[in-house]
């Protein structure tokens, strides 16, 4: 932990920290006014970091019941207009679903973080990549979408703290972090500084006493004849506008490649290690890593499809960005998928077999 005076954003030094307080911090440098959270492994130093810079700060930390009551909460201090965030694992995720639904008919802002772990069910605590479908597809009832981001590092998870808060504001939509077991466990030195802020709109839509004026109404009942029809509208206009402008990827030895490599947060590291050795031994690959897993980079696995190469994308799952992946490429190319679910971890070793195993598909 760091002392309020010794933060990063003053000394602009880089300092040894794990992620999941790395993040916590990062929050707090980003605005965040009230925190509400439940304690689960492995995002338990989330809320144990909360409950003692919150109030160093003057700001709101509850620990609640249940992670009901943390999405509910994260739901009415919203509607205030102030900056709220909730954190969880994979099973206390599940219970926030409804409550994640309600925030998005109300177009309420919110930074919801899933360090991710083995399932289904109870699972393990074991690092995982298995709830991409449920972060990727909104996750609760009904026609809505959340901002996704998957981190690779600590560094990362600091970094996109900061934009996923004003992204909230500007789109005025829940982000989530899809994080896991390693990245909120690992120590690595990050550098933690106040970020200029995007151009925020105003909060003309927030609960903050009429006074000389009309009162605001903040809600995701919608009964009137047609009403919850144009609110949906309203609602994919914002997710295409999103999908045009948020999309956030890196991409290596692409350009040349036969192989190209697909894999998001933990695992794109160990690809990318796996690709340096396939090329060391003369094999040209090349990875794509996904930054915003929603809007996914589409566009750019497409255009890379049109080489006739082939792909393979590895996942901590039984697979579920594939499907993505496969949507993208369009039957341009083979997808092949190589995964490790229920806290497995692929090798770099079992990555590089894999690519030595694949057949280049002669161009047509």
């Not at 959270?37 to 109030?55: D, H, K, L, V």
Request: proline letters at 5%.
């Amino acid at each position: 932990m760091i002392e309020k005076s010794d933060t990063c954003s003053e000394t602009h030094k880089r300092i040894l920290m794990c992620g999941n307080e790395a993040l916590a911090e990062a929050s707090i440098i980003a605005g965040l006014d009230a925190y509400f959270g439940y304690p689960i492994t492995p995002q338990n130093e989330i809320t144990a970091y909360m409950s003692r810079r919150m109030a160093e700060e003057g700001r709101v930390f509850i620990q609640s019941e249940s992670e009901l009551a943390a999405i509910n909460m994260v739901f009415g201090a919203s509607a205030t207009g102030k900056r709220t965030m909730t954190s969880s694992s994979s099973p206390g995720i599940s219970l926030m679903q409804e409550g994640m639904s309600y925030l998005a008919g109300a177009e309420l802002p919110a930074v919801v973080v899933n360090v991710m772990r083995g399932g289904p069910g109870l699972g393990n605590i074991a690092p995982s990549q298995s709830d991409y479908f449920q972060a990727t597809r909104g996750g609760g009832h009904g026609d809505y979408r959340t901002i996704v981001f998957g981190p690779s590092t600590v560094q990362e998870l600091v970094d996109y703290m900061h934009l996923a808060f004003d992204l909230a504001d500007v789109y005025r939509i829940t982000v989530v972090i899809l994080a896991d077991g390693f990245l909120g466990q690992m120590m690595e030195p990050v550098l933690l500084e106040k970020k200029p802020h995007r151009e925020l709109p105003a909060k003309d839509w927030a609960l903050t006493g009429a006074k000389g004026r009309e009162q605001n109404i903040v809600r995701s009942l919608w009964l009137p004849e047609g009403a919850l029809e144009a609110l949906n509208n309203k609602l994919k206009a914002k997710y295409e506008l999103i999908e045009k402008n948020e999309v956030l990827c890196e991409q290596y030895e692409v350009e040349d490649a036969e192989i190209v490599v697909v894999a998001y947060g933990i695992a794109a590291r160990i690809v990318r290690s796996a690709v340096s050795r396939a090329r060391e031994e003369g094999i040209k690959a090349g990875w794509i890593r996904p930054i915003t897993l929603w809007p996914f980079p589409t566009e750019q696995i497409s255009r890379a499809a049109e080489e006739f190469k082939i792909f393979l994308t590895v996942e901590m799952s039984l697979g579920q960005m594939v499907e993505d992946v496969r949507l993208a490429v369009a039957g341009k190319a083979p997808v092949v998928f190589y995964g490790r679910p229920g806290g497995g971890t692929p090798t770099v070793d079992e990555i590089l077999d894999k690519i030595k195993q694949l057949t280049i598909p002669e161009k047509r």
